[in-house]
């Protein structure tokens, strides 16, 4: 059965810290999606990005990073020089679907705060 | 603003009705998701529609059914609600099946009495 594990319920960090997002995953198949998503204190639900699992390079998009480990069975995210604009609650999700994002499970979120 | 719009934005009903909850997709998009987040379960897929066709079925109750029109629309239907089903009812549109880039609507805050 699928399952991802946000370790993390609460992280705080003073602005312009680094700050690392875990994520672990469990899946027995050898094809599915991983995901990040951002939901800030407007309630509203950002796609962050979608990552096969044919695919292991890191990804760089700005101040994210994210760092797909098939050994330890992680994609972790993380924010450099973090601002509080980033405040957020961030979601991972597997989905195990052939073509990509459905029958999506989600973690149940890591709340980031950025302090000032 | 993501392009994706969902009707309303807030709805109070009672025990035992029945609601539909709207959303229009970017423009472009064939595929339209919706999502559950409540206190309890947390976020959860519920159904994926792509160009008129249901494409995936996720935890989706059976008192809940949805459809997507040939204007892309779609809507969920939720019916003899009950104080669980209170929840932010979420849509998202993606221009192809797979969902590489999801544009997420506002939610629909679902209040039951």
């Known amino acids: 059965a699928q399952k991802v594990t946000q370790a993390q319920t609460e992280i705080s960090v003073v602005e312009k810290e680094d700050v690392t997002l875990d994520c672990v995953y469990e899946?027995?198949?050898?094809?599915?999606?991983l995901f990040w998503y951002k939901q800030p204190p407007s309630g509203e639900l950002v796609f962050l990005i979608r990552?096969?699992?044919?695919?292991?390079q890191n990804e760089i998009s700005g101040r994210y990073s994210w760092n797909f480990q098939k050994s330890t069975s992680s994609f972790n995210f993380t924010i450099t020089a973090s601002q509080v604009v980033d405040s957020a609650v961030y979601f991972c999700?597997?989905?195990?679907?052939?073509?990509?994002?459905?029958?999506?499970?989600f973690g149940t979120g890591t709340r980031l705060t950025v302090i000032p | 603003d993501s392009g994706v719009t969902q009707t309303p934005k807030h709805l109070i009903t009672a025990t035992g009705q029945r609601v539909t909850l709207r959303c229009s997709p970017r423009s472009g998009d064939l595929s339209v998701y919706w999502y559950q987040q409540s206190l309890d379960q947390g976020l959860q897929f519920l159904i994926q529609?792509?160009?008129?066709?249901?494409?995936a079925k996720g935890n989706i109750l059976e008192r809940f059914s949805a459809q997507q029109f040939p204007d892309l629309h779609s809507e969920l239907n939720l019916s003899s609600l009950e104080l669980g089903d209170s929840a932010l009812y979420f849509c998202a549109s993606s221009v192809d099946v797979g969902g590489e880039t999801q544009y997420f609507g506002p939610g629909t805050r679902l209040l039951v009495l």
């Open positions: 990552r096969n699992s044919f695919d292991e």
């Open positions: 899946t027995r198949d050898t094809t599915y999606y």
């Open positions: 999700a597997l989905s195990e679907d052939q073509t990509g994002a459905n029958n999506l499970f």
């Open positions: 529609y792509y160009n008129g066709e249901e494409r």
